[in-house]
C-alpha cells in the first residue's frame, strides 16, 4: 500500500477549500445582513445619510447577498462544482480590483470614505488568497491522485 503524505492528500484539499470558501462566505453574509438590518450604523463611513443613505447601504448588502449565492454549492462539494468555484474566484478578484480602483479615484479629503473601501480590499484580498491557494491546491491534488 503506497503512503500518501497527509498534507498532498486529495481529503486534506477539499476540507482546506470547504473551509476557506466558508469562511469568507460567512464574513460575507455577516457583513452583508448588517448591511441590510442595520444601515444607519454603516451609512456615515461612506458620507451617506437620511433615508437615501439606509437605502444605499441596504442595497449594498442585498448585493452581497446575491454575490454570495454561489458560495454554498461549493463549500458542500468543492470537486462537484469545481466551475462554480472558478467563478466565485473570480467574483473575489473583480470585487478587490474595483474596490481598488475607487479607492485610486477617490478624490483627496474623504479619509472615512477612504478607510471603509481600504478594510474592503484588505478582507477581499485575504479571501481571495486563501481560496485560489486552497482551490488551487485542490486542482493539483486531483490531478496527482487521478480524481475527476
Known sequence: MARTEPHRS????VIATRVAFA?????NVQCALSFVMWPDAYAASYELSG????????????????WNATYPAVIVSPRRFRALGVVVIVQQFVGLVGETWILATLPA???????????FIAFDALGLVLMAVTFGWLAASDRRFGKA
Open 51 to 66: 433615508v437615501p443613505g439606509a437605502a444605499a447601504v441596504q442595497g449594498l448588502g442585498v448585493a452581497f447577498l446575491m
Open 10 to 13: 486529495p481529503r486534506a484539499a
Open 23 to 27: 469562511l469568507v462566505f460567512a464574513i
Open 109 to 119: 479629503g474623504h479619509a472615512l470614505l477612504s478607510a471603509s473601501i481600504e478594510r
